[in-house]
C-alpha cells in the first residue's frame, strides 16, 4: 500500500522557518521523483519544487527560489522542503508527491502535477505577517 504522509506543518511568524518532511512507503523510493506542490484557497495547484530520483536535479517555482530547499534521503525513504524566509503568501495545504523517474529530466515535466503518480494527504502552513 502506497504511502506519503507529511509533517512539520504549522503556524509561524513571517520571516520565520519551517521544514517539511515526508515519509514515503509502499513502493521502491528510487523509481521516483519527488515534489512538493501546494493549494492555497481560491487557488490553482502549484509545484513549488521537484527533486530527481538521486538528488542530482531539482526545479524550484520562481516564487520560492532562494527561500526553499528540497532535498531526500533515499536510506530513509524520505523527502523534506526546508522552508526559509516565510511570507504570507506562501500559506497554503502543502502536499508531497511522487512521479515515476523517466530517462530525462525536464522542469516542465516534473512540474507539472498530473505526472505525479501519489499523492500525501496535505499538512497545513500558515504565515501570519
Known amino acids: 500500500q502506497v504511502q506519503l504522509v507529511e509533517s512539520g506543518g504549522g503556524l509561524v511568524q513571517a520571516g520565520g522557518s519551517l521544514r517539511l518532511s515526508c515519509a514515503a512507503s509502499?513502493?521502491?523510493?528510487?523509481?521516483?521523483?519527488m515534489g512538493w506542490f501546494r493549494q492555497a484557497p481560491g487557488k490553482e495547484r502549484e509545484c513549488v519544487a521537484a527533486?530527481?530520483?538521486?538528488?542530482?536535479?531539482?526545479y524550484y517555482a520562481n516564487s520560492v527560489k532562494g527561500r526553499f530547499t528540497i532535498s531526500r534521503d533515499n536510506a530513509k525513504n524520505a523527502a523534506h522542503l526546508q522552508m526559509n524566509s516565510l511570507k504570507p503568501e506562501d500559506t497554503a495545504v502543502y502536499y508531497c508527491?511522487?512521479?515515476?523517474?523517466?530517462?530525462?529530466?525536464?522542469?516542465?515535466?516534473?512540474?507539472?502535477?498530473?505526472?505525479?503518480?501519489?499523492w500525501g494527504q496535505g499538512t497545513q502552513v500558515t504565515v501570519s505577517s
Open positions: 508527491a511522487a512521479a515515476a523517474r523517466r530517462g530525462f529530466w525536464s522542469d516542465t515535466y516534473y512540474s507539472t502535477g498530473a505526472r505525479y503518480n501519489h
Open positions: 527533486i530527481d530520483w538521486n538528488g542530482s536535479r531539482t
Open positions: 509502499g513502493f521502491t523510493f528510487t523509481e521516483y521523483a
